[in-house]
């Protein structure tokens, strides 16, 4: 079993960047596909990106892509999310995740075996 502890979130002004981080214990994570995630208020939980279990491969959801990047050092059991050019509409909890279910990526919540607890992301206009 692997526990999973985001940091980073915060208050940032549109354009602005943040690098959450996802520290992982328990287990080595690289034999985990890891993922994240996001909810903001009154909606579902959202995928972000996801990262193959080398960082060979990654994936994301149209609206992030060209200014997210996922990536992830297995020696430090922690993988990151670089968000750049924020947006309001980028707010929201975030959360990292993990599965051994599939090789390479997926979108799917249900997949995602472990979460963490989440870091809150909140975007001034």
């Known amino acids: 079993q692997v526990q999973l502890v985001e940091s980073g979130g915060g208050l940032v002004q549109a354009g602005g960047s943040l690098r959450l981080s996802c520290a992982a214990s328990?287990?080595?994570?690289?034999?985990?596909?890891m993922g994240w995630f996001r909810q903001a208020p009154g909606k579902e939980r959202e995928f972000v990106a996801a990262?193959?279990?080398?960082?060979?491969?990654?994936y994301y959801t149209n609206s992030v892509k060209g200014r997210f990047t996922i990536s992830r050092d297995n020696a430090k059991n922690t993988v990151f999310l670089q968000m750049n050019s924020l947006k309001p509409e980028d707010a929201a909890v975030y959360y990292c995740?993990?599965?051994?279910?599939?090789?390479?990526?997926?979108?799917?919540?249900?997949?995602?075996?472990?979460w963490g607890q989440g870091t809150q992301v909140t975007v001034s206009p």
């Open positions: 328990g287990r080595t994570i690289s034999t985990y596909v």
């Open positions: 995740a993990a599965t051994t279910k599939v090789t390479y990526y997926t979108v799917r919540t249900n997949d995602y075996d472990y």
């Open positions: 990262i193959s279990r080398s960082g060979g491969t990654t």
